[in-house]
């Protein structure tokens, strides 16, 4: 299979890749398993936020279609 990248795109896998020192296929992986748990969820009417660790400000993630 073969993923058509803009070579933007395919730096930032790169570079989250070197990061988080997994390969590009297991970073592809991960990302696939968050936004399927994440529209799982909003698909069941539930809200996800990302929460600031000491203000506890929080901020909803927003899916786009």
């Known amino acids: 299979m073969t ?3 803009s070579s ?6 790169d570079r989250l890749a070197d990061e988080k ?7 592809v992986r991960q990302a696939l398993r968050l936004y399927q748990s994440i529209t799982d969820r909003i698909e069941r009417g539930e809200k996800v ?3 600031h ?3 506890k400000e929080k901020a909803e993630l927003m899916m786009l279609n």
């Open 3 to 5: 993923l058509n990248l």
């Open 8 to 13: 933007q795109e395919m730096d930032l896998v």
């Open 21 to 27: 020192g997994l390969s590009k296929t297991a970073l």
């Open 49 to 51: 936020f990302f929460e």
């Open 53 to 55: 660790p000491s203000t």
